[in-house]
């Protein structure tokens, strides 16, 4: 048709235009289908895509109903028992010496049904699956002694006392069966904000808002070293697990590694841009995580000192890390959520909703139990796996304090991780433990199951 019409002319120019868009968006649809070609592509892709499974018994697969049928059009006139038989040619035949037993009828029937419950299970959407039960925790004791606010805790690695760092400038050393006052240290010039006990070493370890960071011998309750550097207050402290290796940050924005027996400063982790305030470590990379201000987690490498990841999914400041004991994974609170990481590349998890307030501190144990302090006095404990909150309660202020004064700066589990020691405001320690009463009979799972939708951030 198209040589009747001049060259260069507008129709020519149009039918070829019309000619190309016909070729190019309809391609092989409008053709004509060969059948025997049809059988063979068949073939082919039944021997490449169920090569292992062809010993099985066949799936019942329902042709295209009538609607479908007329869009389609004309199909070829072949048999589909020809085009199975073909497509079954090109399969790899049984081994020799294997005999082929033809299942019964009951047998082939009961592989139909179970193949139809698999394609259900499959389909279905996605559930949170069902938080396990933890007993609920009630408070069992408040220790007082203390003249400030208590913004740290931390527990002896036999288990048998912990420390407390308080705003009135001491550090007091308590016996955790039954609270009594053992020692009260003294040498800070401004309130005390971190202190650790060393697994590997008789010493105890204290930053505060002096700039001073100390190391302290229990042997003769003295301090024996000084660690110089930090150009502002000192707000957080952690101790390596397996190295003699000392991290200390504040609001220089710094990360300051410490050789624990030279005291020579390693490295100065920088890259925040704000207040560090808090930290954990790892025995494998990233064996730092700092939280800041600056609504940011870094991940960094030890050995080049520097940083390897930024998490920035928090849109609020991060005042609270902690590590899962089994797990490699970690979590971090700030005022808009709490969220959870895997390790080391720091991918989200999952968010913890609810916990509407300023989140000072996190910690968990063993058994999947993650608590949360705030500012307002309020503890949440959820289950880690599922995020979970089963249970919210209140701290109670002193009597003869504020009713403002019940927040919770600090909390840490014992190391038989079953009682739970709170840092709080009303210059108390409080202890929680496990209500043995208890039950799932006595506090229900409050649970619903909903449609499991990916969190991205």
Not at 141 to 168: L, Y
Not at 216 to 228: C, F, G, P, Q, S
Not at 346 to 368: P, R, Y
Request: include cysteine; charged fraction near 20%; hydrophobic fraction near 35%.
């Amino acid at each position: 048709v198209i040589e009747d019409i001049p060259k260069h002319t507008l129709d020519a120019l149009t039918f070829r235009s019309a000619k190309r868009a016909l070729d190019l968006f309809a391609g092989d649809n409008l053709k004509p289908e060969f059948a025997e070609g049809r059988a063979l592509k068949l073939a082919v892709k039944t021997a490449d895509e169920y090569a292992g499974i062809s010993e099985h018994a066949p799936v019942v697969v329902k042709g295209p109903s009538a609607a479908v049928k007329a869009l389609m059009g004309p199909t070829p006139t072949e048999k589909p028992s020809k085009l199975v038989s073909n497509a079954l040619a090109l399969l790899p035949a049984a081994k020799a010496g294997q005999a082929k037993t033809e299942p019964a009828p009951g047998m082939q029937l009961q592989q139909v049904q179970d193949e139809t419950k698999k394609t259900a299970l499959a389909l279905r959407a996605p559930t949170r699956p069902k938080p396990q039960f933890h007993p609920h925790w009630k408070l069992t004791r408040v220790i007082s002694g203390h003249q400030g606010w208590v913004r740290c805790v931390t527990v002896d690695p036999t288990n048998e006392w912990f420390a407390t760092g308080s705003a009135d400038r001491t550090i007091k050393i308590w016996d955790l069966a039954s609270g009594t006052l053992k020692l009260t240290l003294t040498g800070h010039i401004s309130a005390i904000r971190g202190v650790a006990v060393s697994d590997r070493h008789p010493y105890l370890f204290s930053c505060a808002e002096d700039k001073t960071v100390k190391c302290w011998d229990l042997e003769t309750n003295k301090v024996i070293r000084h660690y110089h550097g930090h150009l502002s207050a000192v707000y957080a402290l952690a101790l390596h697990p397996t190295l003699d290796v000392l991290f200390t940050a504040g609001r220089d924005c710094t990360v300051r590694v410490w050789d624990m027996r030279t005291k020579a400063q390693v490295h100065c982790l920088s890259g925040h841009t704000n207040t560090v305030g808090s930290l954990v470590t790892n025995s494998v990379d990233p064996q730092v995580i700092s939280g800041s201000h600056d609504s940011t987690i870094r991940l960094w490498d030890l050995a080049a000192g520097r940083s390897i990841a930024t998490l920035t999914n928090h849109k609020k400041s991060v005042r609270a890390l902690a590590l899962h004991p089994k797990e490699f994974t970690f979590a971090s609170g700030a005022p808009d959520n709490i969220k959870q990481w895997y390790l080391p590349e720091g991918k989200f998890i999952q968010n913890c909703t609810g916990h509407n307030a300023v989140v000072n501190c996190l910690a968990v144990n063993s058994d999947g139990v993650m608590v949360s302090g705030a500012d307002n006095g309020s503890l949440h404990f959820w289950d880690y796996k599922t995020g979970y909150a089963f249970q919210q309660t209140e701290s109670i202020a002193q009597p003869g304090s504020l009713d403002s004064e019940a927040g919770v700066f600090a909390m840490t589990f014992d190391r038989s991780q079953s009682r739970l020691l709170t840092a709080e405001s009303d210059k108390s320690i409080k202890m929680y433990r496990e209500d043995p009463t208890s039950t799932e009979e006595t506090h229900p799972i409050d649970w619903k199951p909903t449609l499991l939708t990916k969190e991205r951030f």
